[in-house]
C-alpha cells in the first residue's frame, strides 16, 4: 500500500514568513495529492490539491510542488498569518482503485504574530 | 450544499452502553468513509462505503458496527467499547469511490468512553 512521510511535524515561523511543508510517497501509481487543514478541534478542509498531470498550482498564498519523478510534493505558504496556524495534512491516493487517501502524520504550524 | 452533518458533537458512554453516531450528506455522493482520530495524529481510515455496500473494512474491532441505510445516511454502532476507543470520529464523503476527487468531512463527534 501507499505510504506517506511528511515532515516537519512541527513548524514555527513569524507572521510575514513563509512556511514549507514536504511530503514523499511511495506508490508511483498515486495520482491525487490533496492537503488538508485542521484548526484545533474542527474537521480537516482540504486546501488545495494538485494531480499528476500539473507540476504546480497556485492559489493566493497557498501552492503546491509535485515532482513526480522523486515522487514528493510539497505545501508552501507565503506571508503566513497567525490564522494559518493549524495541522496540516498531506495525502496521496493510490490510483486504480478507491479514493483512499493515504495520510502523512501532520505538520503542526503555528504563526508567532 | 457542502456540507457532512454529524451528530452528536460529543458523546460520553460507557463500557457496557449502546451508542450510534450518526453521519447525513446531501451532496450526491456515493462514498461515504468513517475516520478514527486520535490527538495530534492523522485520520486512520475505518469503513468505507461505496454505493452503499461495505467496500473497505481496515480490521475494526467488531464493537463498532457501520451500518449504511440510504445513500445519504452513514451510522456507526457502537457497543462494548474501551476507554482506548476515546478518540474523534470524523464522517467524510466524496463524489465516487472509483475516481480522485475530494473528500468532504464532518466537524466529528468527540467520543469518550468511561
Known amino acids: 500500500g501507499e505510504n506517506v512521510e511528511q515532515h516537519p511535524s512541527t513548524l514555527s515561523v513569524q507572521e510575514g514568513d513563509s512556511a514549507v511543508i514536504k511530503c514523499t510517497y511511495s506508490?508511483?501509481?498515486?495520482?491525487?495529492f490533496p492537503w488538508y487543514k485542521q484548526e484545533l478541534g474542527k474537521r480537516p478542509q482540504l486546501i488545495i490539491d494538485?494531480?499528476?498531470?500539473?507540476g504546480e498550482k497556485k492559489d493566493q498564498r497557498i501552492a503546491v510542488t509535485l515532482n513526480k519523478t522523486a515522487k514528493h510534493f510539497s505545501l508552501h505558504i507565503t506571508e503566513t498569518q497567525p490564522e494559518d496556524s493549524a495541522v496540516y495534512f498531506c495525502a496521496a491516493t493510490e490510483a486504480g482503485g478507491s479514493y483512499i487517501p493515504t495520510f502523512g502524520r501532520g505538520t503542526s504550524l503555528i504563526v508567532h504574530p | 450544499d457542502t456540507e457532512v452533518t454529524q451528530t452528536p458533537k460529543h458523546l460520553v458512554m460507557g463500557m457496557t452502553n449502546k451508542k450510534s453516531l450518526k453521519c447525513e450528506q446531501h451532496m450526491g455522493h456515493r462514498a461515504m468513509y468513517w475516520y478514527k482520530q486520535k490527538a495530534k495524529k492523522p485520520p486512520e481510515l475505518m469503513f468505507v462505503?461505496?454505493?452503499?455496500?461495505?467496500?473497505i473494512n481496515e480490521s475494526v474491532p467488531s464493537r463498532f458496527s457501520p451500518e449504511c441505510p440510504n445513500s445519504s445516511l452513514l451510522n456507526l454502532h457502537l457497543h462494548a467499547l474501551q476507554p482506548e476507543d476515546s478518540a474523534l470520529y470524523l464522517c467524510a464523503s466524496s463524489q465516487d469511490a472509483g475516481m480522485n476527487t475530494e473528500a468532504f468531512f464532518g466537524q466529528g463527534t468527540r467520543l469518550t468512553v468511561v
Open positions: 462505503y461505496s454505493y452503499e455496500k461495505l467496500s
Open positions: 506508490d508511483s501509481a498515486s495520482n491525487y
Open positions: 494538485i494531480r499528476s498531470n500539473v
